[in-house]
């Protein structure tokens, strides 16, 4: 009788163990000193795609600009307005801006901040393998546009396997819900 408890607490481990104690949050940065109420408008810049999956930028961006919508810590300048901003002054964006160009986002949009960002994994998009685990890696920074220094950056990396709780149960088995979920955890490390 003993051993069959023994064998059933093990196991109990083993199954709510993994949900509950694997979960790991962002890596990220955030300035000393930042006084937060100077950052009132900020920019989200599409995001770099170094995969393989087309749409991995603009699902990301779009998660992101809704992660920052939902928590109201800032206006966020129209995604439209941005891009028209840089295509007007011939910009390409890649993995970064200039100061320059930052400095005449906040001139010309009134931003406070620009947040920039790349996605490094997105994976588990054809829908045809269900036994694909989505995998979603993200790095992001926010950029004051009157000093060009960095004021937050963070870096995440998840699969939708490290949300299930017992057995299968809250396991994320799309990847655009994995990047929601991810953006989410960063944007909380945010100043």
Not at 44 to 65: C, D, G, L, P
Not at 76 to 92: C, Q, T, Y
Not at 99 to 104: A, E, R, S
Request: overall charge positive; hydrophobic content about 45%.
């Amino acid at each position: 009788m003993q051993g069959h408890l023994v064998f059933l607490f093990i196991s109990l481990l083993l199954a709510v163990g993994p949900g509950c104690c694997l979960s790991s949050s962002p890596n990220s940065y955030l300035r000393k000193g930042i006084d937060k109420s100077n950052i009132k408008k900020v920019a989200v810049i599409s995001f770099h795609n170094n995969t393989q999956i087309a749409e991995a930028s603009h699902v990301v961006t779009k998660a992101f600009i809704a992660g920052l919508f939902e928590r109201k810590q800032f206006k966020i300048e129209f995604p439209g307005n941005v891009k028209n901003l840089l295509v007007s002054e011939r910009v390409i964006v890649r993995t970064g801006l200039d100061l320059q160009t930052i400095k005449l986002m906040a001139k010309r949009l009134g931003v406070d901040a620009v947040i920039l960002g790349e996605v490094d994994e997105y994976v588990g998009v054809d829908d045809r393998k269900k036994s694909v685990i989505p995998v979603v890696s993200i790095r992001s920074r926010m950029v004051d546009t009157r000093t060009g220094k960095i004021l937050w950056l963070a870096q995440h990396r998840k699969t939708g396997d490290e949300y299930i709780k017992v057995l299968d149960f809250g396991k994320v088995r799309s990847v655009a819900r994995l990047a929601r979920k991810v953006v989410g955890e960063m944007i909380e490390t945010m100043p």
